[in-house]
């Protein structure tokens, strides 16, 4: 069954300390994996696609690696203003149609 | 410019009762997406269009769940018959295309139902 996981539930960090966020992902048809952000009480931003093992890609204090099975997002001295929760989803292509799985987050609080 | 806009931001209603949320996607986006998102769950994924299409229904939770889009354009997601398990929040999200290109999400729809 196709499978998307993201660890810790949650995290909280001093400002300035940094760490990674998991994602793992069992599917089929992989045809991207994405990161998202986001704030309470409003809709996820996007933050990444990764294509292939081996990608990375960075933005501000953000970066994204994948693998075959898993993904992390590596916060590098993180500000109190990066809390939000982070969303993993994977696409993947079955029988000719597109589906979307997202892990249920990581739940980011940075402290000053 | 103007991003994904969804109506109405909060919806009170009846069991029993039908309704309607409407989804106007940015200008261009020829592909549609809904999802819902119950307090503390991640999003699942109802269904998508590409154009007026909507290739997989499957998705939907229900047969209580029907969506359309018209025009290429505004999409809405009707739930007939609203159970008090339909509350949550209902986001709507639309990309430049199919396949693996970034999503932009409204704000969504509070649905809750008494």
């Known amino acids: 069954e196709d499978q998307v996981t993201q660890s810790p539930e949650a995290l909280r960090l001093q400002e300035g300390e940094s760490s990674s966020l998991n994602c793992s992902y069992t599917v089929s048809g992989l045809r991207g994996l994405f990161w998202y952000r986001q704030d309470p009480g409003k809709g996820p931003e996007f933050l990444f696609t990764l294509y292939s093992a081996g990608e990375e890609k960075e933005k501000e204090r953000l970066k994204a690696t994948l693998t075959k099975k898993e993904s992390f997002l590596h916060i590098t001295a993180p500000k109190p203003e990066d809390s939000a929760t982070y969303l993993c989803?994977?696409?993947?292509?079955?029988?000719?149609?597109?589906?979307?799985?997202f892990g249920t987050g990581t739940r980011l609080k940075v402290l000053a | 410019g103007a991003g994904v806009s969804q109506s109405p931001s909060n919806k009170v209603t009846e069991k029993g009762k039908d309704v309607e949320l409407r989804c106007d996607p940015i200008?261009?986006?020829?592909?549609l997406y809904w999802y819902r998102q119950s307090l503390g769950q991640g999003l699942e994924f109802l269904i998508y269009f590409q154009g007026n299409s909507a290739p997989d229904k499957s998705g939907l939770p229900s047969d209580r769940f029907s969506a359309e889009r018209t025009g290429g354009s505004v999409s809405t997601l009707t739930i007939q018959r609203t159970q008090q398990e339909d509350s949550a929040v209902y986001l709507c999200?639309?990309?430049?295309?199919?396949?693996?290109?970034?999503?932009?999400f409204g704000p969504g729809t509070r649905l809750t139902v008494t």
């Open positions: 999200a639309s990309s430049l295309k199919t396949g693996p290109y970034e999503q932009y």
């Open positions: 200008s261009g986006h020829t592909a």
């Open positions: 989803a994977v696409q993947a292509l079955a029988s000719g149609t597109y589906k979307y799985i």
